[in-house]
């Protein structure tokens, strides 16, 4: 008797811790999206036309997909890029959207990405796309264990091409002694400049448009979503064009401080792009429409082989002088273009550790 | 009586009747002297008909809704009298296509705003679902504005470098320069689906020097700002694009007409200047409540108020998880936080004890 009456004291001593710590654990599970929702990150956004800019929207797409990583960005455009890096690094951002040429400064191998002739066309691109979200090279966005910074997200920002005010100019030689805009922050360009034998002419993103409208150079280097804004036809009129034959793949990158997020969340963040790539891709495409048929100048396939040739010297040049990231260089060399075409002379001559 | 009431019923008829033939009559026998047709005729009526009373009646109504819903009736007539016409009625569709543009521009804006509510309760798929559709209805509103610089184009030839020729055709030149920002704002918010050539930004920036600034209530001025900040290098040297974007809403509020606002609210939200944002939402809110808004154009105030609200809207959504509620037209700026408040901000006073 003693012991029914005890029945429901007894009953409760054993179940009640696990039956609080189920509910402590199920009001913990249901509250962490919530936290995290409430936990907003400031992803800092560099787009020279602010919101309403391509590179934004890219980002805003971008964000939805870290939603789902559990993860709520509260975007800040940046008109210039220098101020986002300088924000990221006093730890005003969170993360950074910037270009790869910047990003340089932060994760050598995402800067590497934009290496000289080493991706030439859409298939290239989206391989390299594939391989950069892939497990393999996830030791070149991590960085080192005191690094603080991740590449989050590698962006595929379209073909830069080179438009030239007389399309004459279509190979390497005639380049010689022309005049090129060349960005002043752009190291690799500027050699890429040199290594032809053409002049540089000292430009920036605000500068080089008007710089090949007015004649005062021969050619400038943009992709293809800047010519319709920029008015680069002015430039081009009826003698010049743009040659079909990318110098470089733009590309734009999310770096995240490393401290700031889960630990898995970069490596998950990096496949959104290889998700996404055709759809990304197709706002490149429609921005390439905008250039009219007849003004781009085909390059012969003997021309292009002496165009690689050049580019190879350049990323080589590049990569001595450490602004290019070995690994990378030979991750795009072995894991896109001999992939894509095993029988590249590049790929065929095992013996030239410098072909990259 | 019985008579009197058959004689009144007849009567219309055979008015009705006779004014038809007349100008059935009329139509051919025109017809035959000019070698047009009862279609022409009529085409050539609607045209000037809507321009010179739908586009001006229409400014001066309120109703956006009915306005848009005005537009996107009326736009496939119009454009249909091109089949036996001529050409199209050019003029006429630059004003029915707008309109209809807004239809699908306020939809967008909607979508946008189920987007932020959905982040804000912490369903992402939903957000995704909704920025889907959001980034659908921009590209169909990109269209829409799109086909009415097109037929600007086709009454101006390339904008920009030709101006109107006759003052009353002005209107309709500044709601195509517009058209044309919107266009290439609502492609790009659809990832460049409506494949808007961005050449219009330039054009629309050289358009925008055709039209007065006084006259026209500082609008064209802003045209350019908006050129300046969203296209690298444009800017003229030793301009500042945000006291010319101050003079603009100036102009605008002495006149009445506040369309020069909505522009700068948008830009100030676009290039991060939320402070801006903030004052442009609070001075708005007095100017809408002031007697000084000229009712020949309260379309166009109405399009400005929705625009900025919708700003504030989306500054809601973010942080609340619901809109600006009816009648408030505020919000705070913290210096201290570097962000908007939508609560006025405790005074000093409130938060230190005084010594």
């Not at chain 1, 999310?254 to 969340?265: A, D, Y």
């Not at chain 2, 009712?295 to 989306?314: C, D, F, G, I, M």
């Amino acid at each position: 008797m003693k012991k029914q009456n005890d029945f429901p004291a007894w009953w409760c001593r054993i179940w009640i811790k696990p039956i609080l710590a189920v509910g402590y654990l199920a009001a913990v599970l249901w509250a962490a999206p919530n936290a995290l929702a409430a936990d907003k990150k400031i992803l800092c956004v560099f787009d020279p036309s602010g919101k309403n800019g391509d590179l934004f929207k890219m980002v805003e797409d971008y964000k939805q997909h870290a939603a789902t990583l559990g993860v709520d960005f509260d975007l800040k455009p940046y008109t210039k890029e220098s101020a986002a890096i300088d924000d990221l690094k006093a730890k005003k951002c969170h993360a950074v959207a910037v270009t790869g040429t910047r990003a340089r400064a932060v994760n050598k191998g995402v800067g590497t990405l934009e290496a000289m002739g080493a991706i030439p066309d859409e298939q290239h691109v989206e391989k390299l796309i594939k391989v950069v979200g892939g497990q393999k090279a996830a030791q070149f966005w991590t960085g080192g264990a005191t690094d603080p910074y991740e590449v989050a997200a590698v962006l595929p920002g379209g073909p830069v091409y080179l438009f030239v005010r007389d399309r004459k100019i279509n190979t390497v030689e005639k380049l010689a002694g022309k005049k090129i805009a060349t960005f002043d922050n752009d190291e690799a360009a500027k050699t890429m400049v040199n290594n032809i034998k053409a002049r540089v002419v000292s430009a920036d993103e605000t500068s080089f448009a008007s710089k090949f409208n007015n004649g005062e150079v021969d050619a400038c280097y943009a992709p293809a979503v800047a010519y319709g804004p920029l008015e680069l036809k002015k430039g081009m009129g009826t003698e010049g064009g743009v040659a079909r034959y990318p110098i470089a793949q733009f590309i734009y990158t999310i770096l995240i401080q490393k401290s700031e997020f889960p630990s898995e969340f970069a490596g998950k963040s990096r496949g959104y792009a290889v998700a996404k790539f055709k759809k990304i891709y197709d706002g490149i495409r429609a921005a390439e429409k905008n250039i009219p048929a007849s003004a781009w100048i085909d390059i012969p396939e003997k021309d292009k082989k002496d165009y690689d040739l050049m580019f190879q010297k350049v990323r080589v040049e590049l990569r001595d002088k450490g602004i290019y990231d070995k690994g990378v260089l030979r991750m795009m060399k072995n894991g896109v273009r001999c992939v894509i075409d095993k029988n590249r002379p590049e790929c065929v001559d095992k013996g030239g550790e410098s072909a990259l | 009586m019985g008579l009197n009431v058959e004689q009144k019923s007849r009567h219309p008829k055979n008015a009705w009747v006779k004014s038809a033939t007349y100008v059935a009559l009329f139509g051919i026998m025109g017809c035959g002297f000019s070698a047009c047709s009862l279609g022409k005729m009529t085409g050539n009526f609607m045209s000037s008909f809507a321009t010179e009373h739908v586009l001006p009646y229409t400014m001066t109504t309120r109703d956006l809704r009915l306005a848009c819903a005005s537009g996107e009736s009326q736009a496939n007539s119009l454009l249909a009298f091109g089949r036996v016409m001529d050409a199209p009625p050019h003029l006429a569709a630059i004003g029915a296509l707008q309109s209809a543009g807004t239809c699908m521009e306020l939809a967008a804006r909607e979508a946008e705003l189920r987007r932020l509510r959905a982040t804000f309760e912490g369903r992402p798929t939903l957000a995704i679902d909704e920025h889907t559709v959001a980034k659908q209805t921009h590209a169909q509103a990109a269209t829409r504005f799109y086909a009415a610089w097109k037929h600007a184009e086709a009454v101006f030839g390339e904008i920009g470098s030709r101006c109107p020729e006759n003052a009353e055709d002005e209107l309709a030149y500044l709601l195509a320069l517009t058209s044309g920002l919107l266009a290439v704002s609502h492609d790009g918010d659809a990832r460049h689906a409506a494949g808007v050539p961005r050449e219009i930004l330039p054009q629309a920036m050289r358009g925008s020097e055709c039209l007065d600034n006084h006259k026209w209530w500082g609008v064209p001025a802003a045209i350019r700002v908006m050129v300046w900040l969203g296209v690298p290098g444009a800017l003229p040297e030793g301009v500042d694009p945000w006291a010319v974007l101050a003079d603009s809403t100036a102009l605008g509020d002495a006149a009445g007409v506040y369309v020069a606002r909505a522009f700068a609210a948008q830009a100030a939200n676009a290039y991060g200047q939320p402070q801006l944002l903030c004052s442009q939402i609070h001075s708005f809110g007095e100017q809408l409540t002031s007697a000084n808004a000229d009712s020949r154009y309260a379309l166009l105030n109405e399009v400005a108020a929705q625009t900025v609200w919708h700003e504030l809207n989306k500054l809601w959504m973010e942080s609340k998880g619901y809109r600006a509620q009816s009648n408030t037209l505020e919000c705070y700026w913290d210096e201290t936080n570097e962000r908007i408040s939508l609560e006025p901000l405790p005074s000093p006073d409130e938060d230190e004890p005084q010594f």
